[in-house]
């Protein structure tokens, strides 16, 4: 694979990968349970696999190449999500919270700042 050009290294990815793509959404839509959740995974495997397809022998099963990229793009965004806090929109929170919008500042901070102790 080291003597072809770049075209002919996307036409061959191209013949390899795109066929299967019905397959790989289907595998990361009972992955993610969401379309859209899924058709980004699909992207980001697509794009792996394009990125490393140097490391793929021709003649071995491209499906379960594509599937494994597929599942450690699935698995490594889990772990990610798992890392990070909850974000929450602040349009969120005024719709869960309508009393303390409305609120004062006083009441929103019941701690006057006179009676802070600084050592």
Known sequence: MGDKTPR???????????????GV????LRLTRKPE??????QEAYLRAYR???NFRPGTNAKAWLFTIL????V???RKEQREPAMVSVEELVDELPDAAQAP???????????LAWA
């Open 25 to 28: 959404y289907n595998f990361a």
């Open 76 to 78: 490594n965004k889990y």
């Open 105 to 115: 500042d006083s009441a929103a901070f019941p701690i006057a700042a006179s009676s």
């Open 37 to 42: 959740d899924a058709r980004d995974l699909v």
């Open 71 to 74: 599942y450690s793009v699935f």
């Open 8 to 22: 002919d290294r996307r036409a061959e990815f191209e013949a390899t990968a795109l066929p299967l793509m019905q």
């Open 52 to 54: 490393t397809f140097g």
